[in-house]
């Protein structure tokens, strides 16, 4: 069974950069086809996508973020990171990492628990 947890501050100072780590199990994040991805939910609103980095490294961006995101990953600790940095109160939310890509959201198995990011000023 596949797993997944995010990890990381809970509070970052408006301007600076956001760091979080999903750290993947019973997987890896080098499996043909297969695609890491975040997303985020604001309070009150609905879930937005942020990227994703798949199997070979390659990484895609939602336009509004692109300026701003970096997914990287450690294949070694079979973990994926997500930096956002210049965050503004926007950033405020819950932050999950999950095993899918793009579309479909609705299909996706693998998703972790969430984790609440706030941005403090």
């Known amino acids: 069974q596949v797993q997944l947890r995010e990890s990381g501050p809970g509070l970052v100072k408006s301007s600076q950069t956001l760091s979080l780590t999903c750290t993947v199990s019973g997987g890896s994040i080098s499996t043909n086809s297969y695609y890491w991805t975040w997303i985020h939910q604001p309070p009150g609103k609905g879930l937005e996508w942020i990227g994703y980095i798949d199997y070979i490294d390659v990484t895609v961006y939602s336009p509004s973020l692109k300026s701003r995101a970096s997914i990287s990953r450690d294949t070694s600790k079979n973990q994926f990171t997500l930096q956002l940095s210049a965050v503004t109160d926007e950033a405020t939310a819950v932050y999950y990492c999950?095993?899918?890509?793009?579309?479909?959201?609705?299909?996706?198995?693998?998703w972790g628990q969430g984790t609440q990011v706030t941005v403090s000023s």
């Open positions: 999950a095993r899918g890509g793009h579309q479909y959201i609705d299909q996706w198995s693998y």
